[in-house]
Structures are given as structure tokens and as C-alpha cells.
């Protein structure tokens, strides 16, 4: 499983040019989901997007809040493109989960997120549809997670 965490002053998701979801200060995460995830990934990526030192502190420490810290906005957006793999110059997504699949593990996964925070302040795009992300990144501030897959992390993370 991956997230690109962007730390956003604001973001929007549009459907059709209609405004589905917006968030003020917070990430902005775009999730992708392989076809070998499991539980296991899930709630790695939940742990991490909670608790990564993504903001600054009261005191000006830079790196040292998380979004829970601080009580900001999450605006998750499923993004199959993230599995993708480059055969010359075409792309080919075999490696992302298949959409059936996928969207149940996507909904298991913000079910777990909104358990774990404030259920209020997860928002989220349209599912599997053409959609319009628009963000203010902050700083710009952009992180790549990707889960160890049932593996332990070589660099001891957990």
C-alpha cells in the first residue's frame, strides 16, 4: 500500500465540476492499493499517516506535530496510477489491486482511519471516478509511505 501525503493549506476534490470534498490546513493523501495488500498494510499506512511529524510545533520546532497533533484536516483520494509499472512508454497497472476489490479495501481503510482520529475530519473523493484534486501544498511538503508487505522494515520502522 502507498500514500503521498501532501501538507496542504487547503484541497478539494471535484466530480464533474462539482466540489465533493474540501479540507482548510491538513494532508492531502493519495492512496494506492497493490494487489497483494492486506490488513496488515492498512493499518501500517493508517499509523503512519497519523503519527509522521509533518508539521511544525507551537514553539516554531520544525517537523514536530502530526496531523493528530494538531487536529487538522485529512483529504484521502484513491489513486490505482500508483501501482503502475512502465513497459517502454506504456503504462501497465497489473500490480494495482483489481476495482472490485480494491474499493472495499479502500472503504475498510477509512473506516479504519476515521476510528483511529476524528471521524468528521477524514473527507475523501468519489471512488473510481474521473476527478478533479486541487491543492495548496504547504512549503511544499510531499512524502512518499509505502508498506513493508508482511515483511519487517530493514531500517527497524515501525
Known amino acids: 500500500m502507498k500514500a503521498i501525503i501532501q501538507r ?9 465540476d462539482e466540489i465533493v470534498s474540501q479540507i482548510g490546513k491538513g494532508l492531502c493523501i493519495l492512496i494506492g492499493i497493490s494487489r497483494d495488500d492486506t490488513k496488515k498494510d492498512m493499518e501500517y499506512i493508517v499509523r503512519k499517516i497519523l503519527n509522521v511529524r509533518i508539521f511544525d510545533g507551537d514553539k ?12 487538522y484536516e485529512i483529504l484521502c483520494v484513491s489513486q490505482f496510477t500508483l501501482y503502475k509499472v512502465m513497459k517502454g512508454n506504456k503504462l501497465d497497472f497489473h500490480n494495482a489491486m483489481a476495482a472490485d476489490k480494491s474499493q472495499d479495501f479502500y472503504n475498510e481503510f477509512l473506516t479504519l482511519l476515521k476510528s483511529q482520529y476524528q471521524a468528521d475530519l477524514i473527507k475523501d473523493g468519489k471512488f473510481g471516478a474521473y476527478m478533479q484534486v486541487n491543492i495548496q501544498n504547504d512549503g511544499p511538503v510531499t512524502i512518499e509511505l509505502e508498506s513493508p508487505q508482511n515483511k519487517e522494515n530493514e531500517t527497524g520502522e515501525s
Do not use: C, I, Q
Open 8 to 16: 496542504v493549506t487547503k484541497a478539494s476534490v471535484s466530480v464533474e
Open 60 to 71: 516554531g520546532k520544525r517537523w514536530d506535530l502530526s496531523v493528530k497533533d494538531k487536529n
